[in-house]
Nanobody, 115 residues
Framework: QVQLVESGGGLVQTGGSLRLSCAAD????????MAWYRQASGNQRELVAR???????NFADSVKDRFTISRDNDRRTLYLQMDSRKPEDTAVYYC?????????WGQGTQVTVSS
C-alpha cells in the first residue's frame, strides 16, 4: 500500500498561481506513472496531468500551457504548478500513482478559484 499526502490547496483569485505537492512514502522511481486528477462538484474525476517514469508528460487540453507537472525524486514528491487559474479549475485535486498495475490515491486537496 502506497501512502500519498497532498498539500498546497486553498483559495486563489482568477489569474493567480498555486502549487500542489504530493509526498510519497517511498522512492518514486518505482512508480510507472504519477498523475494529478481533479473532481469538481457534480462531475466525474478527470485527469489533469501525468508524468511517466521516462519523463514524458500528458496534460488535459483545458490546462495545457497553464499547468506544469514535475517530480523530485530525492524528496519523493510530485508537484503541480498551476498558473493563470480560472474559476473552472475549482475542484478537489487528487494525487495518483501507478505501481506495477495498481493504482493508489491521496486523500485530495481542495482548490478554489474565486472570480
Amino acid at each position: 500500500q502506497v501512502q500519498l499526502v497532498e498539500s498546497g490547496g486553498g483559495l486563489v483569485q482568477t489569474g493567480g498561481s498555486l502549487r500542489l505537492s504530493c509526498a510519497a512514502d517511498r522512492m518514486i522511481f518505482t512508480f510507472n506513472t504519477m498523475a494529478w486528477y481533479r473532481q469538481a462538484s457534480g462531475n466525474q474525476r478527470e485527469l489533469v496531468a501525468r508524468i511517466h517514469s521516462s519523463g514524458l508528460t500528458n496534460f488535459a487540453d483545458s490546462v495545457k500551457d497553464r499547468f506544469t507537472i514535475s517530480r523530485d525524486n530525492d524528496r519523493r514528491t510530485l508537484y503541480l504548478q498551476m498558473d493563470s487559474r480560472k474559476p473552472e479549475d475549482t475542484a478537489v485535486y487528487y494525487c495518483n500513482v501507478n505501481q506495477r498495475g495498481d493504482d493508489y490515491w491521496g486523500q485530495g486537496t481542495q482548490v478554489t478559484v474565486s472570480s
